[in-house]
């Protein structure tokens, strides 16, 4: 199977194995609680977004793409862009029963999107090698979240001192904060056209 990867491809799995680093580091920063394991996962996702801008774009330059390499950057976004941050979210402090429903719902939309991205993607090019615009906002957006949370870690504001506090709610915890991946996670699964540069 290897044999049949592009040059992108592997530009891919650079993004999924810069996911999953971030995630073995939000892991370790709970073990130790050494707050530069936060900076490392944040800028894992970052160099994650930077393989996903290139994979793409050296495809077009090379003129070989694949169903494959579709589907492996699909994969890899989710990684990347859908389970670390909410994993990353998680780590910070984001530990409630509202939270981690709210975690998983932005996962959840993640995935849903690409699928949904996937599905459509022949019709959104319109005969054209590529797509005009996307529906709902892309999974990399998620960086946001990400660069959000890396500022919280700098300002001290995770775990209990996190920004906007903590409610209890019949027994259960939500921080705030968490309610921007709620609105992050409904506008990627909305169908609001954003173009495609």
């Known amino acids: 199977m290897i044999r049949e990867f592009y040059l992108a491809d592997w530009v891919t ?8 680093g971030a995630i073995f580091s939000i892991i370790t920063y709970l073990q130790k609680q050494d707050v530069m394991h ?6 894992l996702i970052l ?7 290139l994979d793409g774009r050296i495809a077009r330059w090379r003129q070989k793409s694949s169903i494959l390499g579709r589907e492996l950057d699909s994969l890899a976004d989710v990684i990347s862009f859908g389970v670390s941050p909410a994993i990353i979210g998680y780590g910070c ?30 019709t959104l090019s319109q005969g054209t090698d590529k797509v005009k615009y996307f529906e709902g906002t892309p999974i990399p957006v998620s960086i946001i979240l990400v660069f959000v949370l890396f500022l919280a870690t700098w300002f001290g504001a995770v775990g209990p001192n ?16 968490v309610l921007m991946f709620a609105v992050t996670g409904s506008l990627m699964i909305s169908r609001i056209h954003i173009p495609k540069l």
């Not at 160099?47 to 801008?53: G, H, K, P, S, V």
């Open 47 to 53: 160099a994650a977004l930077i393989f996903d801008i």
């Open 162 to 177: 996190m920004w906007l506090g903590e409610f209890i709610i019949l027994g259960f915890k939500l921080h705030p904060l």
């Open 13 to 20: 799995l650079a993004n999924a194995i810069c996911g999953t």
């Open 38 to 43: 936060v900076y490392f996962a944040c800028g």
């Open 93 to 122: 402090g984001m530990q409630g029963l509202y939270d981690r429903i709210i975690l998983a719902f932005f996962v959840a939309c993640g995935v849903s999107r690409l699928a949904r991205y996937n599905v459509t993607a022949e």
